[in-house]
C-alpha cells in the first residue's frame, strides 16, 4: 500500500491525468479516478486493520470552509456556476487533502510520499532542460512540456516561457517552487547516493521553475528565506551559496535577468518614486493591478458574504473601468488568491481559510519542534512542508485560486508528517522499557 499511495500522488503532481485526459483525449472519467484510488489504502486501514478514520482540526476548520463557500454560492448572482466552484474544492480540495492524511499515516508513508513528490518535479524540471536543448517547439513530450508565450531580452533575442504539464507558466513556476524546501529537507537528513540523487532533484526542479521566466516565485523564495533561516533549516552559509548559484543561473539566462531586475522597477513606479509612475510600467503589471483593485471594489460591495464563488471575473469589466490602469475587454481573473476569495466568500470566507493555514502551520511547527532532536528524516520533511506553504501562499499574491489540487496535497502531507509520534512516543515507548525491566530485576530479588 505504500507504494500505491506514493504513486498516486506522483501522478497527482505530475498532472498526469489532466494531460491525459486534455491532451491525448482519454475520458473524464479516468482523470476523476486517481485520486480515488488512494480510498483503497484508506478503506484497507479502516475495513481489515480496524483502524478509525483520521480527522485531524485541519482537515475539520477545512469542512467549515467550505460550509462558507457553500452558502455563499446560494446568493451568488449565478449560483450554479458557483456551487460548480465548490464541488471543485470539495472534491479536488478537501476531499484529497483527506485520503492522503489517512491513507499516509506511517513514517515510512511520509517519507515516501514526499520523495514522490519531488521525484515528479524533477521529471518535469528534466523536462524543461531537454527542451532547452533539442527545441521546446520540437519537442512537447506528449503534452507533459507545454509552451506559452515568447519574451525577447534588451537584444532582442527571443525566448519561449516554459509551462510544464500545466499549460500555464506561472502556476508551473509556483508548483516546482514549492518542491524546493521538500526536496532539500530530503536530502539534508539523506547520506551518500540518497543525499547526492536528492540534490539532483532539487537542481533539476530549480531549473524547470526557472524556464518558466515567473517573477512571482522569486518574489515567493525571497519572502521564504526569513522563516528558513528562523527554523534552522538554512544556514548563512548556505544562503551565500544559494544566492551564488542564483547569480549565475540569471547571468545564464539573460531574458530572465530582466524580469527579475524589472521587479525592483515596478515596485518603485507602483509607490510613485518614478517621475513617470505606474505608466511606464509593463502591461502585465498594470493590468493585473487593475483586475486586484476591481476585486477590491467588489469585496466592498459585499463584503460579509462575497459576490459568490468565481464571480469576481464577470465584475472585472464594470469595475475596470472605474479603477483605471490596463482595462481589457470580457472576463478577468483577480490574480489574488486573497482578493479573491473576499471579494467572492467575504471576510467570513477569507477568515475561514486564514483558519485552514494557521492550523496547519501549527501542526507542522509542534512536529518540527518533536523531530528535531530524535528524527531528522521527519524534521526534514515537516521544514520542507512548512516553507513550501509559505512559498505557495506568497506566490498566491500574484496568482489567483487554480489548481486548488495542488494547495490541498500539500495541507494533506502536512497533516499526515504533523501526525507522526516523533519524541513523545519514543520517551513512553523508552519510560515502559525501563519500567519493566526494574519490575523484572525487582522479581528475580524476589525469588532469589
Wanted: glycine share 10%; net charge positive; proline share 4%.
Amino acid at each position: 500500500m505504500i507504494f500505491l499511495s506514493a504513486f498516486v500522488l506522483f501522478l497527482i503532481y505530475l498532472n498526469a491525468p489532466a494531460v491525459a485526459v486534455r491532451v491525448h483525449g482519454a475520458p473524464f472519467v479516468f482523470a476523476a479516478a486517481v485520486p480515488m484510488v488512494l480510498a483503497i489504502p484508506v478503506a484497507h486501514r479502516m475495513l481489515i486493520r480496524g483502524e478509525p478514520l483520521r480527522f485531524p482540526r485541519v482537515l475539520a476548520v477545512s469542512v467549515g470552509l467550505l460550509g462558507v463557500q457553500f452558502l455563499s454560492a446560494l446568493f451568488s448572482a449565478r449560483p450554479f456556476e458557483s456551487l460548480d466552484l465548490v464541488e471543485t474544492w470539495a472534491l479536488e480540495g478537501v476531499l484529497l487533502a483527506l485520503l492522503i492524511a489517512n491513507a499516509v499515516r506511517t513514517r515510512d508513508e511520509v517519507r515516501a510520499a514526499a520523495l514522490a513528490v519531488v521525484s515528479a518535479g524533477a521529471i518535469m524540471g528534466a523536462i524543461a532542460c531537454l527542451q532547452q536543448l533539442l527545441g521546446p517547439a520540437e519537442w512537447p513530450f506528449a503534452g507533459f512540456g507545454q509552451l506559452a508565450s515568447e519574451i525577447a531580452d534588451g537584444d532582442g533575442r527571443v525566448a519561449t516561457r516554459l509551462a510544464g504539464p500545466i499549460g500555464e507558466t506561472n502556476r508551473f513556476a509556483q508548483i516546482m517552487a514549492v518542491l524546493l524546501p521538500i526536496g532539500a529537507g530530503i536530502a539534508l537528513a539523506s547520506r551518500g547516493a540518497a543525499r547526492v540523487a536528492a540534490w539532483v532533484a532539487v537542481c533539476l526542479t530549480a531549473a524547470g521553475m526557472a524556464f518558466a521566466f515567473s517573477r512571482g516565485v522569486i518574489v515567493a523564495l525571497g519572502l521564504a528565506v526569513p522563516v528558513a533561516l528562523w527554523i534552522g533549516m538554512l544556514r548563512w552559509r548556505q544562503l551565500a551559496l544559494a544566492g551564488l548559484a542564483a547569480v549565475v543561473m540569471l547571468a545564464a539566462m539573460p531574458h530572465y535577468a530582466e524580469r527579475v531586475l524589472s521587479i525592483g522597477t515596478t515596485i518603485a513606479q507602483t509607490m510613485g518614486l518614478e517621475p513617470a509612475g505606474l505608466r511606464n510600467s509593463d502591461g502585465a503589471v498594470r493590468g493585473r493591478l487593475t483586475e486586484m483593485k476591481s476585486a477590491g471594489l467588489l469585496f466592498l460591495e459585499h463584503p460579509v458574504l462575497g459576490a459568490g464563488p468565481g464571480m469576481a471575473p464577470y465584475a472585472y469589466e464594470r469595475h475596470a473601468g472605474v479603477v483605471g490602469g490596463k482595462v481589457r475587454a470580457g472576463t478577468r481573473r483577480s490574480h489574488n488568491l486573497y482578493l479573491q476569495l473576499a471579494s467572492e466568500t467575504g471576510l467570513v470566507g477569507l477568515a475561514a481559510f486564514c483558519l485552514v493555514v494557521l492550523a496547519s502551520f501549527s501542526e507542522l511547527e509542534r512536529a518540527r519542534k518533536r523531530f528535531v532532536s530524535n528524527d531528522r528524516a521527519l524534521w526534514g520533511i515537516v521544514c520542507g512542508l512548512e516553507l513550501a506553504l509559505v512559498i505557495s501562499l506568497a506566490s498566491s499574491l500574484f496568482l489567483h485560486a487554480a489548481y486548488v489540487r495542488y494547495f490541498w496535497v500539500l495541507i494533506g502531507l502536512a497533516t499526515a508528517a504533523s501526525a507522526q509520534p516523533g519524541a513523545p512516543a519514543l520517551a513512553a515507548f523508552l519510560s515502559r522499557a525501563l519500567r519493566q525491566t526494574a519490575e523484572r530485576l525487582r522479581a528475580d530479588e524476589a525469588r532469589a
